[in-house]
């Protein structure tokens, strides 16, 4: 969220994370309920200094793609889709293998180039301006690429080298993610020691060591067992309540709807619909899965 016009108006009762503004027009108070997100310490400490006075603030599209198109060999794997995320929001991609999903994402955070269309992360253009846009992202690949090498804090401080990170504060940074995760008594254990579920936690850490202002999740529970599940959900929520943008690729519902701000459901390289979990069941009935069914005439399976 990004601080805008200021106004007079009610400061919100202490405690609370509603404020009540109002502004005066054509002699009309209007009433607006703003949100003040936790991270927002700033914005609480000028409402708490000025009294009777609150900021409004407005959503920032942080990315944006018109048309986008990837051909492979004459194979539209991407066919002219458009869409934005917000700022601060959890967006995912919903649909089975194939669907286009993992290629969407491989635009954004600058793997591959489009075939054709307009992608711009952080303002930034995705072919001239990679380099940027890889420095204040993370990503969190669906396939396993430790290094089998290196030791587990290893694999943290070598990666923190991409970012120019000096060895001295990756190591801190290292362990406070480490002991985010129930990592630490594995700090020096080979990534060949892990478990399926230990290795998607290193990596969801990894993505966030240069600390991020978007993380890229490709479909960050595949193979987990339901309690790994479970404690990877629980870091993408707090990851979320600190303000991240994040962006997934999912095939499962319970996902979908327990993290999603919005969904896209993605079919055969196109996207169908863009809208919130909530506001999908309620318009077609049934879950996500069974929505998915209605949209697109196919299940929806890993």
């Known amino acids: 969220m990004t601080a805008g016009v200021v106004y007079s108006g ?39 200094l000025f009294p009777g006075i609150v900021i409004i603030l407005f959503s920032m599209e942080i990315i944006t793609a018109k ?27 919903l649909g089975p293998n194939g669907a286009g999903k993992t290629t969407i994402m491989r635009v954004l955070y600058c793997f591959m180039p489009p075939t054709s269309g307009d992608v711009r992360v952080l303002d930034l253009d995705v072919t001239r301006d990679a380099s940027l846009i890889k420095s204040r992202m993370g990503v969190m690949p669906q396939d396993d690429s430790l290094d089998p090498d290196l030791s587990v ?16 504060t990756s190591s801190i940074m290292a362990k406070e993610l480490l002991l985010s995760v129930g990592l630490t008594d594995k700090m020096n254990s080979g990534i060949r020691e892990l ?19 978007i993380i890229i999740l490709d479909e960050p529970t595949t193979g987990l067992d339901p309690h790994s599940r479970q404690m990877v959900w629980k870091r993408l929520a707090e990851l979320k309540a600190q303000g991240k943008t994040l962006l997934l690729t999912t095939h499962y519902m319970e996902e979908a709807q327990r993290l999603c701000d919005r969904v896209a459901i993605v079919d055969r390289g196109k996207i169908i619909v863009i ?28």
């Open 10 to 48: 009610i400061l919100r009762a202490p405690g609370e994370k509603k404020i009540i503004a109002t502004q005066s027009r054509r002699r009309r108070s209007i009433f607006r309920t703003i949100e003040i997100k936790a991270n927002t310490g700033f914005l609480q400490f000028f409402l708490d």
């Open 67 to 93: 048309n986008l198109t990837k051909d492979y060999s004459g194979f539209r794997a991407v066919d002219h889709v458009s869409f934005s995320i917000i700022s601060g929001e959890c967006f995912g991609f």
């Open 153 to 168: 804090m290893q694999n943290l401080v070598v990666y923190a080298r991409y970012f120019d990170i000096p060895k001295k």
């Open 195 to 213: 478990s399926g579920g230990m290795k998607r936690s290193l990596l969801l850490v990894r993505s966030v060591i240069n600390d991020p202002e």
């Open 275 to 302: 809208a919130s979990p909530e506001e999908l069941m309620d318009r077609h009935g049934g879950n996500l899965e069974d929505v998915y069914l209605k949209l697109t005439g196919r299940k929806l399976e890993s």
